[in-house]
Structure formats: C-alpha cells, structure tokens
C-alpha cells in the first residue's frame, strides 16, 4: 500500500504564498506523474498541475505563471508553490501520485487526503 499525506495549507489573503507539500511512502518502486488537484465547494476536483517523472510540466491556465510544483524523487515528494493567491483559488487541494509497486506491477493512482487552503481578506 501507499500512502499520500500532505501538509502546508490555509488560510492566507489576497496575493499571499503558501507552499503544499505531499510526501508518499510504503510500497514504492517507482512513481511516475505526480499531480495537484482542487476542488471547490459544489464543483468537480481539477487538475491544477501536474509533474512527470522526467520533469515535464503542465498547468491549468487559470494557475500559470503563479503556481510552480516540482519533485524530489530521493523523497519521494511533490511541492506545489503557490504566489499570488486569490479567492478564486480556495479549494481543497489534493495530491494524486501514480505509483509502481514493484517492476512486475501495474502502476496504480493514489490520492492524499486534501488540505484546505482559503485566500480570504
């Protein structure tokens, strides 16, 4: 089993930072694309940015050019640093990791458990 546990969410105002961090751990042999995903009260969870194993990177438009994520492999870690905060980015944001057991395994999708972060004035 893997584990996705997240931490550095809250409550911050308008044009503020925070950085989200997810580390996973367990059973890991290799962890391809690593993710960021939100989601808002009465809306759907979104991609808000995603990271491969070989550093390439995408982002939601409304996201670009404020946020930045990135890895540590040797930790197994994703980052997601967030400048420039508005309201519109309040959400419950959630890491996802597709994960490799081991070489003979199929890689599979975990999700950490969300962290809320709020940009309010």
């Known amino acids: 089993q893997v584990q996705l546990v997240e931490s550095g969410g809250g409550l911050v105002q308008p044009g503020e930072s925070l950085r989200l961090s997810c580390a996973a751990s367990?059973?890991?042999?290799?962890?391809?694309?690593m993710g960021w995903y939100r989601q808002a009260p009465g809306k759907q969870r979104d991609l808000v940015a995603a990271i491969t194993s070989g550093d390439s990177t995408n982002y939601t438009d409304s996201v670009k050019g404020r946020f930045t994520i990135s890895r540590d492999n040797a930790k197994n870690t994703v980052y997601l640093q967030m400048n420039g905060l508005k309201p519109e980015d309040t959400a419950v944001y959630y890491c996802?990791?597709?994960?490799?057991?081991?070489?003979?395994?199929?890689?599979?999708?975990?999700w950490g458990q969300g962290t809320q972060v709020t940009v309010s004035s």
């Open positions: 367990g059973s890991i042999f290799i962890i391809n694309t």
């Open positions: 996802n990791a597709a994960v490799r057991a081991s070489w003979w395994d199929n890689t599979y999708n975990y």
